[in-house]
């Protein structure tokens, strides 16, 4: 079958064809940020084209210029684009073999490809890919009909490459941020305090008073500050603050920083699963866990840049997706997608939908109004932890019942959060445009079952073989900007689930790894979980409340992705140190072992610092930690040494590594601070205040 | 007021033409053209613009220019080259200690600080020393890594 990726742009040209410099020029349509998906696409192209990697030419990410593969997200790159890469380069490699082996009179079945030339019983036939090429016509559609190189013969995959994107950034210039264009100005936005509120009054005498060269550019509550440096747009935007005035300013309610308090809000609510279970005299166990917004917190404030010049915009982002990008700002700006170019460049870290749709369209908007001059928006830290969106808080009401074996036989997740992906496709500035009405919701995403897709619903239900199961979701009308965050619910989901098989196992009178592979049929999570059981060293856990705690969890993201198992060891006295934490995954076919180990440690130290220390607070018109101080996240003294063992199974299906080992390590921890204290923290972030509240309950 | 302020920059004498309450930051990824001090916080808060004034860390951020007449700044371009990389920069590429790479260049500037007054660190003073960087990808452990190794590197080079 051929990979849904491939068939939305099934010209095979777009993904592979041969220069005349002698190099292959390959098209992904996906995005690096830092997770190393450049590189492991690279490789998988090289390795079906049996082209060295050194020849590659990996094409600039640009409208018009990659398949469109939509955003990089879901961290779905290797488990969606992987296939259609390899499917489109196995397929130019056989249209090539089938060239050659015409012009050599023999069977193409004879041939190999080293190196990018043929090969006839190993012997060079004096042809490659190059010489090839006016032969061979790649502007023609995919078949996906040829077979991909089987895991004995792959060369390139399954090597730990180093990362094509990483040498830049150590030596200097390397991001989008530190792009100029000739006659650049530097703009600032006066952000409206809320999306609601209108511009009474703007001192435009007080602003120019500080910066006498700036141009203030007013269109309704759009105020964009416009300078030749970037220091000076800062001073002019500073004074500008000071000289405004709004009306309609949003009050916040500062109680609503707290997952409990999603339940006052109003939501809409979807059923799934088994009916309500009777009444029955079955045990019958329940708990509620929360988690708080959380903040993407990337290291750079997001920045883009515009320039509207001819009737045609051009926009440079670091965002998640080229397309998408153009067509939001065809919506917001009211051109024809076709008349927008996109031009991505490297950004910090987004781990979801941050800041980085923003700036370039602030930096659009500013353009259409000022045509001909290039025009560069850095957002500041405050907008970026203030106006970006954050990760919904969740609440998750669990309840279990045992049989008289103490066998988990009936589980209910009851789940209140807003949309995971609620401002996909929007951004800040649209508000405070004149005649600005609401984009419509997107359509109701689908799973491939025709079920109801929903991000707080990933992970609802642990992974393990349980007769009955159902869920309840409350998604509720969001009171802040919130959008996708790294695994969307499922790392939540696992982190309440996971703790509350504990609590299920402590109910049964059994020990955690053992309940748990009582659960569990499934040979390679079984072994996933036994091999963490070694290397963690499950047979000295000691005994409950002596301040140090083991913990262990057990989770296959989405029920259909890698099979992660991690621990945690912790001390408890005031406040949690984490001091070892452990992991193994099987994920299948690993491209590159060595940023799957990346991945995956990323993922566990941002989950260890959203389990013990961040929380976004509301308060004021939105946002009321603006500022790293407001917002803790672990520091190199509080991360621990990492084991992460990867299982080889590269015969099976890659997956996507990028989300799967934060819920399990969530979890994890949250067992070992139950272990180490004898009482359990329920609700995240795992704070002082937090722990002895639970000590003084239980 | 604008004056022109002298200071030596990667090793070379530099003169700029600013007010004195310019940021270092401003200067550096303005008129100057050096993007390797990142803009992370502007609040001192992060470590991504973190230079080198007279040896000791400085938030360029945070610095004014006026206060650096006659100093010694270094910037993570004054390290090292693709060609000919300082060995911090040498073994963060060994170790692959990055993924976005945000942070990278206050982190190195923080660690060289570090290797030039302890050459043979432990983890725990490695950590202690760069505890003001902030990295969100999670590298830590790659980062520290990678620092004992360029640190033992240079002993064995200062003693050959
Ligand atoms: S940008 Fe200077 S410390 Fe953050
Ligand atoms: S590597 Fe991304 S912030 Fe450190």
């Known amino acids: 079958m051929i990979p849904p990726m491939l068939a939305a742009n099934p010209r095979l040209d777009r993904w592979a064809r041969f220069e005349a410099d002698g190099r292959a020029r390959i098209a992904f349509g996906r995005m690096e940020y830092g997770q190393g998906v450049l590189t492991a696409l690279a490789q998988m192209a090289a390795d079906e084209l049996d082209v060295p990697f050194d020849r590659l030419n990996v094409v600039h990410a640009a409208t018009g210029e990659i398949p469109d593969e939509g955003l990089t997200v879901g961290s779905m790159s290797i488990e969606f684009s992987g296939p259609a890469i390899r499917a489109a380069c196995a397929e130019v490699r056989a249209l090539f073999a089938a060239a050659a082996a015409s012009r050599l009179g023999c069977d193409a079945a004879e041939l190999d490809v080293r190196d990018g030339a043929f090969l006839r019983g190993g012997q060079a036939t004096g042809l490659d890919y190059w010489s090839l090429a006016g032969e061979v016509d790649l502007a023609r559609e995919a078949t996906g009909d040829a077979s991909l190189k089987a895991p004995e013969r792959m060369r390139l995959m399954g090597r730990s490459e180093p990362r094509m994107d990483l040498p830049p950034k150590l030596f200097g210039a390397a991001f989008l941020h530190d792009l100029t264009l000739p006659g650049l100005r530097h703009a600032r936005v006066l952000r409206q305090p809320s999306p609601q509120a209108r511009l009474r009054s703007l001192d435009e005498a007080a602003v120019r008073r500080a910066v006498p060269e700036v141009d203030i550019l007013v269109d309704h509550a759009f105020v964009a500050l416009i300078c030749d440096t970037e220091a000076d747009a800062a001073r002019a935007h500073a004074a500008a603050e000071a000289a405004a005035s709004w009306e309609g300013v949003r009050a916040m309610d500062p109680a609503l920083s707290e997952a409990a308090a999603l339940k006052t809000l109003p939501h809409e609510d979807f059923a799934a699963g088994a009916a309500k279970p009777g009444p029955s005299n079955r045990r019958r166990i329940a708990a509620a866990y929360g988690k708080p917004f959380l903040s993407h917190g990337s290291l750079g404030p997001s920045a883009g840049l515009a320039q509207y010049k001819d009737g045609r915009l051009t926009i440079w982002t670091h965002n998640q997706g080229v397309y998408p990008m153009r067509a939001l700002a065809a919506r917001i700006t009211g051109l024809a997608p076709e008349a927008i170019e996109v031009i991505h460049g490297q950004g910090p870290g987004c781990y979801g939908h941050n800041g980085a749709d923003d700036p370039p369209i602030d930096a659009a908007l500013i353009a259409m109004r000022r045509p001909g001059q290039p025009i560069r928006v850095q957002w500041r830290r405050e907008d970026e932890f203030g106006f970006a969106p954050v990760g919904t808080a969740m609440l998750m009401e669990l309840s279990a019942e045992l049989d008289a074996s103490g066998r988990l036989v009936d589980y209910t997740a009851e789940i209140w959060n807003t949309p995971h992906t609620g401002a996909r496709g929007t951004a800040v500035a649209e508000s405070a445009l004149p005649g600005y009405v609401a984009p419509p919701p997107p359509p109701q995403r689908l799973m491939p079952d025709g079920s109801r897709f929903s991000g707080g619903l990933l992970n609802a239900t642990p992974s393990y073989a349980i007769e009955t199961t159902r869920t309840l979701e409350h998604v509720i009308e969001t009171p802040i900007r919130s959008s996708s965050l790294r695994s969307l619910g499922g790392a939540p989901n696992t982190f309440a689930s996971e703790c509350f098989v504990d609590e299920i196992a402590e109910a049964a009178g059994q020990d955690p790894l053992a309940y748990r592979l009582g659960m569990l049929a499934e040979p390679r999570g079984r072994t996933v979980l036994t091999r963490l059981s070694e290397i963690c060293g499950w047979a000295r856990r000691w005994e409950i409340g002596t301040g140090r705690g083991l913990g262990l969890a057990y989770d296959r993201h989405r029920g259909r992705g890698a099979m992660v198992a991690c621990a945690a060891e912790v001390d408890v006295e005031t406040e949690v140190k984490l001091l070892n934490l452990w992991c193994v995954c099987d994920g299948g076919l690993i491209v590159n072992p060595d940023g799957a180990r990346n991945q995956i440690e990323g993922g566990m130290i941002m989950a260890g610092s959203w389990t013990l220390k961040e929380q976004v607070k509301l308060g004021g018109a939105g946002i009321a930690s603006t500022t790293w101080d407001d917002y803790p996240i672990l520091r190199f003294s509080d991360v621990p040494p990492i084991e992460i063992e990867l299982i080889d199974t590269r015969d099976q299906r890659p997956c996507g590594l990028g989300e799967v080992s934060q819920g399990p390590v969530m979890a994890a921890i949250g067992n070992a601070v139950a272990h180490a204290l004898g009482a359990r923290v329920r609700d995240l972030p795992m704070t002082r205040e937090k722990i002895a509240a639970a000590l003084l309950k239980d | ?160």
């Open chain 2, 1 to 160: 007021m604008r004056q022109t302020i002298q200071f030596t920059l990667n090793g070379l004498t530099t003169s700029v033409e600013a007010e004195e309450s310019d940021l270092l930051l401003d200067v550096l990824r303005g008129q100057l053209g050096l993007f390797g001090a990142r803009f992370g916080c502007g609040a001192g808060q992060c470590g991504a613009c973190a230079v080198l004034v007279d040896g000791k860390v400085a938030a360029a951020c945070h610095t004014e220019i006026g206060a650096l007449a006659g100093k010694r700044i270094v910037t993570v371009e004054g390290l090292g080259t693709p060609e000919a990389p300082h060995p911090l920069q040498a073994a963060f590429l060994e170790l692959q200690a990055g993924q976005c790479g945000y942070c990278l260049s206050g982190i190195l500037i923080g660690a060289k600080a570090l290797l030039d007054g302890n050459p043979d660190p432990t983890r725990a003073e490695i950590a202690r020393a760069l505890d003001w960087h902030l990295c969100r990808c999670g590298v830590h452990n790659r980062v520290m890594d990678a620092v004992a190794l360029a640190a033992a590197r240079m002993r064995e080079g200062a003693g050959a």
